[in-house]
């Protein structure tokens, strides 16, 4: 399945008219490599994309390798990006497989186009009947028909998926599997030829070699390991989220709009947000996005009602916006302390300024009176004589020191000494048959 090029046609691989960095080439030009790690950096830079040193070296040692790479780490630190400023940079075409629980290998290597072959089957009806004209019996035919098999399982009929697409294509390609670790374990096993030989084995036809060995990037969010086997096979680098610096040179370099200031204050927010509980962590693009909003509102300071009304650009769950709106005080200014009533845990909603540590005042938020406070109420009663003649125990009370049965001023009620033992004497109660 390779193509042969004319004399009027360049040889893929071979010098063409040269490019510009960034320049898309035409299919079958030499696809642009690097000279050093310092190109990489050059020209990702030049595209927009602004990587550190270990990324540049990885990149450049993909391409000079042959090794596919396989980037790990949180949502929107740049992995898509990164395959897609590659294939912008060495002018070659993208080809990306979105991976997702469920999918099998005919949505990613090849399928056969069964419409297609019955169509075939359906016009050459009599043909067919030609070829078993002369034939005695059933087994015969047969025979003669599953002569023709490779007519009708051959590329005419094959529908390629990115995966093949990216083997068979004419010119050099930037292969993407994104979000590999959302795939069965089963789509794994598939890549691994494709990745350690760059070759597709199908049945029908046989083992197909790549015509140009792809740059192929792998991006996972780390939602399940992925196989041994699979990053045996790869050139492996973690992205995780930028330094305050370099994120606040990719905003940037993005052209958002907002003046340095704001973005580096911007920058600072979206780092304490990053260390909140958060289901989800704000990433690099929704930092941008949120730099945007702000240039586009024509926002001069970053007060609470800024970022409570544009919280959402950033925070995309219901819980997250919940905590993170209880931060803003602190967001606003790191060194503030975050008030009581808006701590999350006893959400009254009617006006208590209830506290609950030891001696806690349980006043209502009112306005204030001239009574005594609850506090001092409080004191009063534990101050001795504090009970009067009616309460219970108190002197001249039934029960008290001084009162007597029943009365005011009445003599103890006195007990017998040996009433306890009559009470409890054996055979003093009577246990019912």
């Known amino acids: 399945m390779t193509t042969t090029p ?14 510009e960095p960034g320049e898309p080439g035409e299919p079958g030009e030499a696809p642009v490599g690097f000279e050093s790690v310092a190109a990489v950096k050059e020209r990702f830079t ?24 396989l980037l790990e780490g949180p949502a929107g630190v740049g992995k898509t990006q990164l395959a897609q400023t590659l294939a912008e ?20 290597l090849y399928e056969w186009d069964y419409g297609k072959q019955l169509l075939y089957t359906q016009i050459l009806r009599e043909k067919i009947g030609q070829v078993v004209a002369d034939t005695t019996t059933i087994s015969e035919a047969v025979e003669r028909i599953a002569a023709q098999d490779s007519v009708f399982f051959s590329d005419r009929f094959l529908s390629p998926r990115p995966l093949l697409e990216a083997i068979t294509s004419p010119e050099p390609v930037v292969l993407l599997i994104d979000e590999v670790d959302r795939a069965d374990e089963a789509l794994e096993a598939v890549l691994l030829e494709l990745l350690s030989e760059y070759q597709i084995s199908i049945p029908e036809i046989g083992t197909i070699t790549a015509v140009h060995a792809p740059y192929v990037v792998l991006t996972s969010n780390n939602t399940r390991d992925l196989s041994a086997a699979l990053k045996r096979r790869c050139l492996h680098l973690f992205l995780d989220y930028p330094e305050a610096q370099r994120e606040l040179e990719i ?39 949120w730099a945007r909003t702000l240039a586009v509102l024509g926002v001069t300071e970053l007060s609470s009602e800024v970022l409570a009304s544009t919280m ?41 300024g209830h506290g609950h540590g ?24 534990d101050q001795p004589g504090r009970h009067d003649e009616n309460y219970y125990g108190a002197p001249g009370s039934p029960g008290g020191d001084k009162g007597g049965k029943g009365g005011k001023g009445s003599a ?17 109660r009577k246990r019912p048959v």
């Not at 004319?6 to 490019?19: E, H, Q």
């Not at 075409?93 to 629980?101: D, G, T």
């Not at 940037?252 to 704001?262: E, R, V």
């Open 358 to 381: 030891p001696g806690a005042d349980h006043r209502h938020d009112g306005p204030a009176d001239d009574g005594p406070s609850g506090k001092d109420v409080r004191a009063a009663k």
């Open 89 to 108: 940079v060495t002018g070659r075409r993208l080809l990306r497989l979105q991976c997702y629980e469920g999918q099998d290998e005919t949505k990613a």
């Open 46 to 69: 030049e595209a927009g994309y602004l990587p550190d040193d270990r990324l540049a070296t990885t990149v450049f040692l993909q391409t000079r390798l042959d090794k596919p790479v």
């Open 312 to 352: 959402n650009v950033v925070v995309k769950y219901e819980r997250d916006l919940a905590r993170a709106l209880k931060e803003i005080p602190r967001l606003v200014d790191p060194n503030a302390t975050v008030p009581d009533s808006l701590h999350t845990g006893h959400g009254h909603g009617h006006g208590h």
């Open 6 to 19: 004319t004399a009027d046609t360049p040889v893929p691989g071979t010098s063409g008219t040269p490019r």
């Open 251 to 289: 905003i940037a370099s993005k052209d958002t709009g907002l003046s340095a200031a704001l973005s580096t204050r911007l920058v600072e927010v979206v780092r304490q947000l990053r260390e909140l509980d958060l289901r989800k962590a704000p990433s690099i693009s929704e930092t941008i996005d």
């Open 412 to 428: 103890p009620r006195s007990v017998p000494s040996g009433q306890g033992s009559r009470s409890f004497a054996a055979g003093a």
